[in-house]
């Protein structure tokens, strides 16, 4: 089981460009949340998509949109880049297991935004 | 915001039980706390939770006190792979709602 992973690893965009993040969740999970994180912070809430709807926002202005596709993986876009984006990007896929869920985490994608 | 208080550092030797306190004095009856740890260029890694009883797994005990309002994570033999970030999180029922993270305890593990 590969778990979940995501690509690219690592990204350097200029400001006021627009970026495209993929996370492929873990073999059996259908649920995909992502978590936006900033140096020494705790990782703070996006979105989370579910039978390719978003169900769920933090507190994120428009300019961040995702999509989840038909085999459950999902993509995180982001335009109009600021100073302010570059972060660690996480994707956290779960699933319904014995009436409850745990989100497991990928690697995350390293954005620098310059 | 994050519901929880935790220290922002410990050191533990390696060997001996690690345990990271956390404060949610505002907790309600039907939110569960939650551990989850982050090892340097890492996703998080969910430990274990519980709402009420102490919970043990193969990587740790949760200690919950009687009115709810900290817990205790205990490692009871800390190795080096046991530095990282620890996050305490406080989170309603067992349903798939969002994470909300804090800053965390960074515990070093030391030789």
């Known amino acids: 089981d590969a778990g979940v992973t995501q690509s690219p690893t690592h990204l350097i965009k200029t400001r006021g460009q627009q970026v495209t993040l993929r996370c492929s969740p873990k073999?059996?999970?259908?649920?995909v949340s992502w978590y936006q994180q900033a140096l020494g912070q705790g990782p703070q809430f996006i979105f989370q998509?579910?039978?390719?709807?978003?169900?769920q926002r933090g507190n994120f202005p428009d300019r961040f949109s995702g999509h989840q596709f038909p085999n459950y993986s999902s993509e995180l876009n982001v335009n109009a880049l600021l100073l302010g984006d570059s972060a660690l990007y996480l994707c956290?896929?779960?699933?319904?297991?014995?009436?409850?869920?745990?989100?497991?985490f990928g690697p995350g994608t390293r954005l620098t935004v310059t | 915001d994050a519901k929880t208080t935790q220290p922002p550092s410990m050191d533990c030797a390696e060997g001996r039980a690690a345990n990271l306190p956390c404060n949610h004095s505002?907790?309600?009856?039907?939110?569960?706390v939650y551990w989850y740890r982050q090892i340097h260029s890492q996703g998080p890694q969910y430990i274990i939770h519980?709402?009420?009883n102490n919970e043990t797994n193969e990587m740790a005990s949760l200690i919950i006190t009687e009115d709810r309002k900290s817990s205790t994570l205990i490692l009871p033999h800390a190795t080096l792979r046991d530095t990282a970030v620890y996050y305490c999180?406080?989170?309603?029922?067992?349903?798939?709602?969002?994470?909300?993270f804090g800053k965390g305890t960074r515990l070093s593990v030391i030789a």
């Open positions: 956290a896929s779960s699933w319904r297991q014995d009436g409850r869920y745990e989100q497991y």
């Open positions: 073999s059996g999970h259908d649920t």
């Open positions: 998509y579910y039978e390719e709807e978003e169900r």
């Open positions: 505002t907790i309600s009856g039907n939110e569960y």
């Open positions: 519980g709402l009420k």
């Open positions: 999180i406080v989170r309603v029922g067992l349903g798939n709602t969002p994470l909300v």
